[in-house]
């Protein structure tokens, strides 16, 4: 059985450093393309980047290039996000998913809610 | 970019079937894959159709999906329809460089 399991809650300050994971199950890790997914309070969904564990190859959608870092470990089978200056705007559910090809999702992990409050 | 437009909200009643429509607003709904996703609160995301007709295990057959070249549109039809069944439904699909674009999402009242 496919498992995508996320990390926490986090509560951080504008400024702060940040980094949440997806531990992976249930299928070769290193043999498909995981993404980010972003939701905003009462929006739409948004992609933000896949990386494929394998080579670490990693795609940033335009409006998230720069502004975070997707990684992997393959040895524990873990996907990242990273930010190194959150801002308010950060605030959202994040999503991991495990991706068929490089435009499907099949599975997804349960949201990790991000809140950047002062 | 393309865009992809559905309905804000739908509500119907337990047992009906419901139809939640994604119109693609350049180029040809049929050039590339529509998937729906199924957000309900408190639960993780799943998937209940891809490759725009194709259900996953273990998606209930009372979940379907289909292209319409005439209206350049892609639908989830859920027939039977549970309280289980309420939540916020996404298509998504992708242009040619496979930058994936999301639809605004419906949000599906089962009362």
């Known amino acids: 059985e496919v498992q995508l399991v996320q990390s926490g809650a986090e509560v951080k300050k504008p400024g702060e450093s940040l980094k949440i994971s997806c531990k992976a199950s249930?299928?070769?890790?290193?043999?498909?393309?995981i993404g980010w997914v972003r939701q905003m309070s009462g929006k739409g969904l948004e992609l933000m980047g896949i990386?494929?564990?394998?080579?670490?190859?990693?795609i940033y959608s335009p409006s998230f290039q720069d502004q975070v870092t997707i990684s992997a470990d393959r040895s524990i089978s873990t996907a990242y996000l990273q930010w190194r200056s959150l801002k308010a705007s950060d605030t959202a559910m994040y999503y991991c998913?495990?991706?068929?090809?490089?435009?499907?999702?099949?599975?997804w992990g349960q949201g990790t809610l991000v809140t950047v409050s002062s | 970019n393309f865009m992809l437009t559905q309905p804000h909200s739908l509500s119907e009643s337990p047992g009906k079937t419901v139809t939640i429509s994604c119109t693609r607003s350049s180029g040809s709904i049929a050039s590339k894959y529509v998937q729906w996703y199924q957000l309900r609160p408190g639960s993780a995301p799943s998937t209940v159709i891809y490759e725009d007709d194709r259900r996953p295990s273990g998606v209930p057959d009372r979940f379907s999906g289909s292209i319409d070249s005439s209206s350049n549109s892609a639908s989830l039809t859920i027939s039977g329809l549970k309280t289980e069944d309420e939540a916020d439904y996404y298509c998504q699909s992708y242009d040619t460089n496979n930058h994936w674009v999301f639809g605004g999402g419906t949000k599906l009242t089962v009362l």
């Open positions: 998913a495990q991706i068929r090809g490089i435009t499907i999702v099949d599975y």
């Open positions: 249930g299928y070769s890790f290193s043999s498909s393309w």
């Open positions: 990386i494929y564990p394998g080579d670490s190859d990693v």
